[in-house]
């Protein structure tokens, strides 16, 4: 109930963050507001965290990027094997009171960092530094909020669902890939209608229909859920772009329409984020390695393999946007009848094809000398 109250609250400031960027004096409310719930997140966790003794370390690290805490990995295996509900209270008790203690220290070292950032960022009237520095606080303070939510749910049940407890939520990981996917799919309708627009042999009726497709699909970005989970820098560009676009025509506004599309291609940096590199760096290793042994054995045991690659196919779509080619081959599969996902041949062609895609780079050899300059 608490942590649905405090998501509740940060909506409301996260509203304030990307509506009211107005001076100095806004910003500092904003980050009053955020400072605030940091410390009543923290002085929760002190409730229930152990009181560290000096030159202590907590025994995880915090990854607000992701799924939630890193955990300790002592004693694991062997509590694994008794069910959550049938162990003690002050297991689970000391299991949760160990867990606080690392999120209690990650967020901790959260807001040591957000206030220098932000302080610079006013001390040097960057404005739309400090908006940013708000920016990934907001989102980190929400992340921790669930992650102490999640926590709690996983030592005394043994799982969580997030999006039963809070519904709608999505945690900085899940916004990036909804982002990745709707900029990829919004970059490729505007690239075709583009092209038409731009070729002087298109009939004006035909360039004003595609220029008009163009405006009405940066109208419906805008105006989704997935907008608000970019940047406010990035939203104010699209703001202004949507703007531009609506208010003229394809005689008048031809190069801003190929500037929309130019700027769609250099939004290829959200896929350069640390929480999204990791993801699809650790999907595609699986992906890889069920790929390797399946198109292998194929023939051997055709049945097998057909379930396999259909698996690999199904990660693959958590990797959309990341890449064009990945994307069409993914839709080529989910294209396949029934019939054509039991064929061992169309089946084992597709899968090598996947793998192509998601097979790391081989590691360059070191010169005879070992030095590399």
Not at 50 to 67: I, W
Request: proline residues 5%.
């Amino acid at each position: 109930m608490f942590g649905a109250e405090a998501v509740i609250a940060l909506g409301d400031i996260d509203a304030a963050l990307y509506l009211k960027e107005a001076g100095e004096e806004q910003l500092q409310i904003v980050a009053d507001a955020v400072l605030s719930h940091f410390r009543r997140l923290l002085e929760f966790l002190a409730m229930v965290a152990p009181k560290p003794a000096a030159g202590d370390a907590p025994e995880g690290e915090l990854d607000l990027e992701g799924s939630g805490p890193v955990r300790a990995t002592g004693g694991a295996p062997a509590r694994a094997m008794v069910p959550h509900k049938q162990r003690p209270d002050e297991e689970r008790w000391n299991a949760l009171s160990k867990e606080m203690s690392t999120l209690q220290y990650g967020l901790a070292s959260e807001l040591k960092h957000f206030e220098t950032r932000f302080a610079n960022a006013l001390k040097n009237d960057n404005k739309d530094q400090a908006v940013r520095d708000l920016n990934d606080a907001t989102t980190g303070l929400m992340d921790g909020v669930f992650a102490v939510m999640t926590t709690v749910y996983e030592c005394f049940l043994g799982y969580a669902e997030p999006e039963r407890m809070v519904p709608g939520h999505r945690d900085s990981l899940g916004k990036a890939l909804a982002v990745r996917r709707a900029i990829a799919e919004l970059r490729r309708g505007v690239r075709g209608l583009n092209r038409r627009l731009q070729d002087p042999a298109t009939p004006p009726e035909v360039a004003e229909t595609n220029y008009r497709r163009i405006a009405d699909a940066m109208s419906r970005f805008v105006d989704s859920d997935v907008f608000y989970y970019l940047r406010s820098d990035t939203r104010r560009d699209f703001w202004a772009l949507r703007e531009t676009l609506t208010a003229g025509n394809a005689k008048q506004n031809r190069l801003d329409a190929e500037g929309f599309d130019k700027y769609l291609d250099s939004l290829s940096f959200v896929s350069q984020r640390g929480v999204l590199i990791k993801h699809d760096t650790d999907l595609k290793g699986k992906i890889s390695g069920d790929l390797e042994r399946a198109v292998k054995f194929a023939k051997l045991l055709p049945e097998v393999a057909c379930d396999v690659i259909e698996q690999a196919f199904v990660k693959a779509e958590r990797l959309s946007g990341l890449s064009d080619e990945i994307d069409g081959l993914v839709l080529q599969w989910s294209s396949l009848t029934p019939e054509d996902r039991t064929d061992v041949d169309t089946v084992a062609g597709l899968g090598r094809q996947l793998l192509e895609l998601v097979r790391p780079a081989p590691k360059a050899e070191l010169p005879a000398g070992g030095d590399i300059f």
